[in-house]
């Protein structure tokens, strides 16, 4: 879906069917076109819910997978129409509305979007999606108006800076939020919490690693000497030598904080505007945000790391999970504060070891 990346990853709804309705023909249609969509199978997912609407014409759930269906077969304009009947005909769920901001902000009609969205939180204050959708909605209509800005004052530094920023935020890649929803056939019933999947790797064990066991050196003891006697010889059979199993063992303790200490000296090197030391901390394979060249990448950040004249990026609640011994996963909350600009968001660092150092091989926002 190669238009839903232009709407600043917005997240995706997928419908969970068949819930409401068991041993029903009509139910085993929708699971089975459920399961059609998970195996990418669009077309034919697309035959089983036709099918289920022919019998159940009004049915939310059916027509809520219809929408999702369109939008994989990159058929916006009838997607959005069937999410809007859906509003008129639930209004009470959040989820449609969601996806009609989804869908005009792959438009480019923010306007509608952020509509959409403020429409999702006051059906459904909780619903977590919406939120942070409607914040990737301001952030991307103030990208348009600092843009302008720019366009009408080029030597406009401050707006530069924060178009820089805002940029940061799309640009960097980030894994899409996938919200898992259940819409009900009652239109009374209430929307569901939605849930955000990450795919985080598993924290490393809390176990305490047992400290390693020295053997004591036996003190020496004195023999008294002997003639030697002349012992029979004895046949003995070769004894085959079996190669011991390699034991994993988990990263040190000391791991963790190298890794901490490497994200700490990107956040000072950030706050003390130094490029190239700050540069140097990304490894040679780094993977630039929509894989662009690394010099375009490395333009772009040293505008943003050195034109400010006041920088200062705190790290917080950093969690550190290994891959192996010479990969880690760090997880925390970036604050950025500059004389300009002000912003707070989750950050993943996938960080790699290099000799004696931890170098940064891919960078994202969210998760």
């Known amino acids: 879906m190669t238009f839903m990346h232009a709407a600043a990853r917005l997240a995706v709804i997928v419908v969970c069917v068949g819930l409401a309705t068991p041993a029903m023909s009509q139910s085993d249609d929708l699971q089975e076109a459920q399961q059609l969509l998970k195996q990418g199978q669009v077309d034919r997912a697309m035959e089983r819910v036709d099918a289920y ?11 809520f997978l219809r929408g999702i269906l369109l939008t994989e ?14 509003t008129r005909d639930y209004p009470e769920l959040p989820e449609p509305y969601n996806n009609l901001a989804v869908l ?6 923010y306007d ?9 939180i006051r059906t459904h204050p909780s619903y977590a999606t919406a939120h942070e959708n409607l914040g990737d909605i301001y952030a991307k209509m103030a990208s348009q108006a600092y843009d302008k800005a720019l366009r009408l004052d080029k030597s406009n530094q401050a707006a530069q800076t924060k178009l820089n920023l805002i940029k940061d935020l799309f640009t960097t890649s980030r894994p899409p939020v996938v919200a898992v929803a259940k819409t009900d056939t009652t239109p009374k019933a209430a929307a569901p919490a939605t849930k955000t999947i990450a795919h985080a790797p598993p924290p490393p064990s809390s176990a305490a690693t047992p400290k390693p066991v020295v053997a004591a050196k036996p003190s020496p003891v004195a023999v008294a000497a002997k003639e030697p006697v002349k012992a029979a010889p004895v046949k003995t059979e070769p004894v085959k030598a079996t190669a011991p199993e390699p034991v994993k063992t988990a990263p040190p303790a000391n791991n963790a904080d190298a890794v901490l200490k490497a994200v700490e000296g990107w956040a000072a090197d950030w706050s003390n505007n130094d490029v190239e030391a700050y540069l140097a901390r990304y490894a040679k394979d780094f993977k630039t945000p929509d894989g662009e060249p690394r010099k375009d990448w490395e333009k772009e950040r040293r505008a943003l790391v050195s034109k400010p004249r006041k920088i200062e ?10 891959g192996d011994a010479d990969r880690a996963t760090v997880t925390f909350r970036q604050h950025y504060q500059s004389n300009t600009f002000k912003a707070n968001a989750r950050k993943t660092l996938v960080m790699i070891r290099s000799g004696d150092k931890w170098l940064i091989q891919q960078e994202t926002v969210g998760g």
């Open 53 to 63: 609407l022919k019998t159940k014409p009004k049915d939310a759930r059916g027509r």
């Open 112 to 120: 509608k979007a952020r509509s959409a969205l403020e429409m999702a």
């Open 104 to 109: 005009h902000a792959s438009q480019g009609d």
């Open 73 to 86: 077969q990159n058929k916006p304009n009838e997607a959005i129409r069937v999410f809007t009947d859906l």
């Open 313 to 322: 990026v705190r790290i917080e609640s950093a969690k550190v999970a290994f």
